[in-house]
């Protein structure tokens, strides 16, 4: 079955069969094809689409797919469509964070580390406008904001906290990725019909690490604003909301690998997609989803070859789901990409330079196929003292010992640096780095569109933005605006009475209006009004507001 594949993927254009490569991606057929070949008819402009689904595999690098492919033995859904190739580097650097990848890929700009969707302070890299840093840390309007702003209904899903940097990306503006605070208060009122995820913890108060600090209870505030706040798989999959909450974890969900042992009652990242779709194609002005299988990146960067392939096999799962329903709908675009590698994961290491031309597949991953837990995993169970070292690596795929690996386990002062490096050694896997890397990674995409060649993570923002008819550039004039700017004739001050909840005032004549930061709330008289976005404050302490805001008030008696 794998001879069938892995000499290289092959993608079907029309009827001419084209094999690519990362370092050469060609154009695959014209913009109106799908990559198998299939008609995509779109009902007017066959470069739009009435819905758009985005799914970001979290530090995915080509050789941890690769691997996924041999372990599954069978293509991968992503393998059908596979169209080009991008580049991923930062304002500032050739590797890049989660957070400047979420900026560019939603917001169509590149910016710095640790910033999300907010403009870079920092300019070094080729080909990026060094003007940026001039609105250092001005908002930027992302596609989900513009896709809410054409009416459309929108939906989030991460297997992290739903605050973690990337989906973030998509839907907050901080100067800061770890301000779960803020990016968790700016998500709860963009209005976003479906949130689906972990990260609970940063939405209650309490004193865990990710609680919130500023007093206000936001599950409180989700319920007021008619979520259905789900917490078990089986609530998501029998809500019949319009507007689900779900929160399945106070941190990040389970390993996918390792979810039917510990954690059987959280939905697969597959189950969260079908839904997320399901509900959000009720909306006849069609919808914007962003799906992110989160912890790929995690096991990458522990060097975990098991977590690895597990969620990125979880992951190919969901974007199943997203195919299936852009197949029979045939006006939906689905873009699939990496923001960015990690590890240098390689399929053979030192050992193998010179006897690799003799060594089959099945040397590299059956000693992988032993494995039925993650480290993570693994190491929970033992830690927990439900199992011994021993019973714990093999748990670990580490199965009859050898007296110098056991020795190894016993001295060992970091057990999940031992049991990478042991079973990594058995499967003769390598990995450069416990870090991010900054070589290009592949592009997928179906549908009316969909970008193909060798691209920017800057220009998915815009070919999404495009195919659901609007221009970011554009809308950003409108959506984020300086409010010293935006309020004519009027006196700003900063209420700072609440530290952590700094409030925009703005007189005019006998009108005063509160403008809570990181809310869609204007306060007149006692009197709150629902604004169609939320107010801003930047690091330089501007406040930005858009050009509805500013004609609600104007109106206002």
Same mark, same amino acid.
């Given at each position: 079955?794998?001879?069938?594949?892995?000499?290289?993927?092959?993608?079907?254009?029309?009827?001419?069969?084209?094999?690519?490569?990362?370092?050469?991606?060609?154009?695959?057929?014209?913009?109106?094809?799908?990559?198998?070949?299939?008609?995509?008819?779109?009902?007017?402009?066959?470069?739009?689409?009435?819905?758009?689904?985005?799914?970001?595999?979290?530090?995915?690098?080509?050789?941890?797919?690769?691997?996924?492919?041999?372990?599954?033995?069978?293509?991968?859904?992503?393998?059908?469509?596979?169209?080009?190739?991008?580049?991923?580097?930062?304002?500032?650097?050739?590797?890049?964070?989660?957070?400047?990848?979420?900026?560019?890929?939603?917001?169509?700009?590149?910016?710095?580390?640790?910033?999300?969707?907010?403009?870079?302070?920092?300019?070094?890299?080729?080909?990026?406008?060094?003007?940026?840093?001039?609105?250092?840390?001005?908002?930027?309007?992302?596609?989900?904001?513009?896709?809410?702003?054409?009416?459309?209904?929108?939906?989030?899903?991460?297997?992290?906290?739903?605050?973690?940097?990337?989906?973030?990306?998509?839907?907050?503006?901080?100067?800061?990725?770890?301000?779960?605070?803020?990016?968790?208060?700016?998500?709860?009122?963009?209005?976003?019909?479906?949130?689906?995820?972990?990260?609970?913890?940063?939405?209650?108060?309490?004193?865990?690490?990710?609680?919130?600090?500023?007093?206000?209870?936001?599950?409180?505030?989700?319920?007021?604003?008619?979520? $259905?706040?789900?917490?078990?798989?089986?609530?998501?999959?029998?809500?019949?909301?319009?507007?689900?909450?779900?929160?399945?974890?106070?941190?990040?969900?389970?390993?996918?690998?390792?979810?039917?042992?510990?954690?059987?009652?959280?939905?697969?990242?597959?189950?969260?997609?079908?839904?997320?779709?399901?509900?959000?194609?009720?909306?006849?002005?069609?919808?914007?989803?962003?799906?992110?299988?989160?912890?790929? $990146?995690?096991?990458?960067?522990?060097?975990?070859?098991?977590?690895?392939?597990? $969620?990125?096999?979880?992951?190919?799962?969901?974007?199943?789901?997203?195919?299936?329903?852009?197949?029979?709908?045939?006006?939906?675009?689905?873009?699939?990409?990496?923001?960015?590698?990690?590890?240098?994961?390689?399929?053979?290491?030192?050992?193998?330079?010179?006897?690799?031309?003799?060594?089959?597949?099945?040397?590299?991953?059956?000693?992988?196929?032993?494995?039925?837990?993650?480290?993570?995993?693994?190491?929970?169970?033992?830690?927990?003292?439900?199992?011994?070292?021993?019973?714990?690596?093999?748990?670990?795929?580490?199965?009859?010992?050898?007296?110098?690996?056991?020795?190894?386990?016993?001295?060992?002062?970091?057990?999940?640096?031992?049991?990478?490096?042991?079973?990594?050694?058995?499967?003769?896997?390598?990995?450069?780095?416990?870090?991010?890397?900054?070589?290009?990674?592949?592009?997928?995409?179906?549908?009316?569109?969909?970008?193909?060649?060798?691209?920017?993570?800057?220009?998915?923002?815009?070919?999404?933005?495009?195919?659901?008819?609007?221009?970011?550039?554009?809308?950003?004039?409108?959506?984020?605006?300086?409010?010293?700017?935006?309020?004519?004739?009027?006196?700003?001050?900063?209420?700072?009475?609440?530290?952590?909840?700094?409030?925009?005032?703005?007189?005019?004549?006998?009108?005063?209006?509160?403008?809570?930061?990181?809310?869609?709330?204007?306060?007149?008289?006692?009197?709150?009004?629902?604004?169609?976005?939320?107010?801003?404050?930047?690091?330089?302490?501007?406040?930005?507001?858009?050009?509805?805001?500013?004609?609600?008030?104007?109106?206002?008696?």
């Amino acid at each position: 079955m794998l001879k069938n594949f892995i000499g290289g993927i092959i993608v079907n254009v029309s009827k001419k069969v084209i094999g690519v490569t990362l370092a050469g991606a060609l154009v695959l057929g014209s913009l109106g094809l799908a990559n198998n070949g299939e008609k995509v008819e779109a009902k007017k402009d066959p470069t739009k689409a009435k819905n758009v689904i985005m799914l970001v595999m979290d530090g995915t690098s080509a050789g941890a797919t690769t691997l996924a492919r041999y372990y599954k033995g069978e293509k991968l859904a992503l393998d059908e469509i596979m169209t080009g190739g991008v580049s991923t580097f930062s304002a500032e650097s050739a590797i890049t964070d989660s957070a400047p990848a979420a900026t560019a890929l939603a917001t169509g700009n590149k910016s710095n580390d640790k910033y999300v969707g907010v403009l870079p302070s920092v300019v070094n890299s080729p080909g990026v406008d060094p003007s940026l840093t001039k609105n250092a840390f001005k908002p930027v309007v992302n596609v989900l904001e513009g896709a809410k702003a054409s009416g459309k209904a929108t939906g989030i899903i991460a297997t992290s906290e739903i605050q973690h940097a990337t989906p973030a990306g998509f839907s907050a503006h901080v100067d800061q990725r770890s301000n779960y605070d803020t990016i968790a208060e700016q998500q709860v009122y963009q209005g976003i019909d479906v949130v689906l995820g972990g990260g609970k913890e940063a939405l209650e108060l309490g004193s865990g690490k990710n609680n919130r600090k500023d007093g206000e209870n936001l599950i409180e505030v989700i319920e007021e604003k008619g979520y $259905d706040l789900v917490e078990t798989k089986d609530a998501l999959l029998n809500s019949k909301s319009k507007k689900i909450w779900g929160a399945f974890a106070p941190n990040a969900l389970a390993y996918d690998f390792d979810r039917e042992e510990t954690k059987p009652e959280e939905p697969t990242l597959a189950d969260m997609t079908g839904k997320a779709i399901n509900t959000l194609s009720k909306d006849k002005d069609g919808f914007f989803l962003f799906v992110e299988g989160s912890k790929v $990146d995690w096991a990458a960067h522990s060097n975990d070859p098991i977590g690895i392939i597990g $969620d990125v096999l979880a992951f190919d799962s969901a974007v199943e789901k997203a195919l299936d329903f852009a197949k029979k709908d045939k006006n939906t675009l689905v873009i699939a990409i990496t923001d960015h590698a990690n590890s240098g994961i390689t399929i053979g290491n030192l050992n193998t330079s010179s006897s690799y031309p003799s060594i089959p597949v099945s040397a590299y991953i059956d000693p992988l196929k032993k494995a039925s837990m993650t480290l993570e995993g693994a190491l929970t169970k033992y830690n927990a003292g439900e199992v011994s070292l021993t019973e714990a690596a093999a748990l670990y795929g580490l199965d009859q010992l050898s007296n110098e690996e056991s020795a190894k386990l016993k001295a060992s002062k970091n057990l999940g640096k031992t049991f990478v490096e042991l079973l990594s050694a058995r499967a003769n896997i390598g990995f450069t780095t416990g870090g991010h890397t900054g070589e290009d990674v592949f592009l997928y995409s179906y549908g009316p569109g969909n970008p193909v060649g060798f691209i920017d993570n800057t220009d998915i923002a815009h070919t999404m933005a495009a195919s659901m008819g609007f221009d970011l550039k554009r809308l950003d004039k409108n959506m984020f605006i300086k409010a010293s700017d935006a309020f004519k004739g009027a006196t700003l001050k900063t209420d700072n009475t609440d530290g952590k909840n700094p409030v925009l005032t703005v007189k005019k004549g006998k009108k005063v209006a509160a403008f809570p930061v990181n809310k869609n709330i204007m306060i007149i008289n006692g009197k709150e009004t629902e604004l169609n976005s939320i107010v801003v404050q930047s690091k330089t302490g501007e406040f930005y507001v858009s050009k509805d805001t500013v004609n609600t008030f104007e109106k206002a008696k």
